[in-house]
Nanobody, 126 residues
Framework: QVQLVESGGGLVQAGGSLRLSCAAS????????MGWFRQAPGKEREFVAG????????YYANSVKGRFTISRDNAKNTVYLQMNSLKPEDTAVYYC???????????????????WGQGTQVTVSS
């Protein structure tokens, strides 16, 4: 069982930066691929970024490529999302997720993830 807790959300002006953290419990965290998703009001939850189990491979949605960076520190059981050059359209609740696939590669689809955090609000003002 893996429990995920996000932090680091808040209100920021357009062009600013935030770093989200996702702390995981459970001994198997370091072997699972991780991802970040977001959900804006009235919209479906969408993929933002994904990491392989080791962090050696990453993948991004086109909308955030070049601005966001996913990373993980398996020794600290934590995955991060560094968000730069934020835009108002990045406003959403951000969720981290873990896919229960030992030594798995990147997952992009929502249904491939088994564990979810409670989410953290990111609001970007114009």
């Amino acid at each position: 069982q893996v429990q995920l807790v996000e932090s680091g959300g808040g209100l920021v002006q357009a062009g600013g930066s935030l770093r989200l953290s996702c702390a995981a419990s459970g001994r198997t965290f370091s072997s699972y691929p991780m991802g970040w998703f977001r959900q804006a009001p009235g919209k479906e939850r969408e993929f933002v970024a994904g990491s392989s189990w080791s962090g050696g491979s990453t993948y991004y949605a086109n909308s955030v490529k070049g601005r966001f960076t996913i990373s993980r520190d398996n020794a600290k059981n934590t995955v991060y999302l560094q968000m730069n050059s934020l835009k108002p359209e990045d406003t959403a609740v951000y969720y981290c997720a873990a896919a229960r696939v030992v030594y798995g590669s990147i997952r992009q689809r929502l249904e491939e993830y088994d564990y979810w955090g409670q989410g953290t609000q990111v609001t970007v003002s114009s």
